[in-house]
């Protein structure tokens, strides 16, 4: 049986990566998608995969820094399905990397309005509709940077993505009682663009690679899985978690 048949979800950063793959189980399990991200012509090609595939889905460019464009996803989500029940706001940046001691003001506050921002204000207005239809899961891409792992040149990425668990815990605890679940997937390094910038060197991909305890990084379906599995009801009793999905890296020190 699909696990989301029936259910209206929203996905941030679609045009690649995590969110692409997301989008495409989450539309094989049955949902009705809305997917958004800045690159209109990657989620033109995304929506037409996916009615190619039997599925449903309409895409809406735009930048997540904007509450606009947060309440317009949830416009689309309404009009053209009439509700709204999952929403993975994944959209995300590694922002200016390299010495703390040399990162911009603008640097910083780019991937705090990203990362952060971004996914507040995508909730703001998702769990405003949830909530009148008895709830939903919102599920936010934080990462295990910053929370069971660091290494040099990334405050900024960490620091917004750890304020996720702030936020998820927050949201969890106000929105529960309305039937809203609230959680945070914590990826380890997963085979992306963004992982393929930051790691170009044989070197850097095998010192990343053995931080894992399965020794690989994740594929983008595999992260799907694991989404598909907060967003459905097979998750019905949890919420507030960071959920860590990073192939053991919490618990590798060889
Ligand atoms: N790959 C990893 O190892 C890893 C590990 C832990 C966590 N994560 C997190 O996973 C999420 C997805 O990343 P990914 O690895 O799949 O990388 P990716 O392939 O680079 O995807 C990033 C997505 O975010 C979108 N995006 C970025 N800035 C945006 C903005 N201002 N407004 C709207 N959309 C924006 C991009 O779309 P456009 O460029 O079209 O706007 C793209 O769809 C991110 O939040 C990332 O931090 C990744």
Do not use: C
């Amino acid at each position: 049986m699909e696990r989301l048949s029936n259910k209206v979800a929203i996905v941030t950063g679609a045009s690649a990566g995590i969110g692409r793959a997301t989008a495409k189980l989450f539309a094989a399990e049955g949902a009705k998608l809305v997917v958004g991200a800045r690159r209109e012509g990657e989620l033109d090609e995304l929506v037409a995969e996916i009615k190619a595939d039997g599925g449903d889905a309409v895409a809406l460019a735009g930048d997540v820094r904007s509450e606009d464009y947060a309440q317009a996803l949830v416009a689309l989500a309404v009009e053209t399905y009439g509700r709204l029940d999952i929403a993975f706001n994944n959209a995300g940046t590694l922002g200016e990397a390299g010495p703390s001691t040399g990162v911009s003001e603008k640097g910083w506050n780019d991937a705090i309005a990203i990362n952060l921002t971004g996914s507040f204000l995508g909730a703001k207005h998702q769990i405003a509709e949830m909530v009148k239809h008895g709830g939903g899961s919102v599920i936010f891409t934080s990462t295990f940077v910053g929370y069971s792992f660091a290494f040099p040149g990334v405050a900024a990425y960490a620091a917004s993505k750890a304020g996720l668990i702030g936020l998820t815990q927050a949201l969890a605890a106000e929105f529960g009682p309305q039937g809203v679940r609230v959680n945070a997937i914590l990826p380890g390094a997963v085979d992306t663009a963004m992982y393929r910038d930051m790691n170009n060197t044989p070197e850097s991909q095998s010192f990343i690679t053995n931080l894992h305890a399965l020794k690989r990084v994740a594929t983008p379906e595999e992260l799907a899985r694991s989404v598909l599995y907060l967003a459905s009801d097979d998750s019905a009793f949890v919420t507030g978690t960071a959920s860590l999905v990073d192939g053991g890296a919490s618990i590798t020190r060889t």
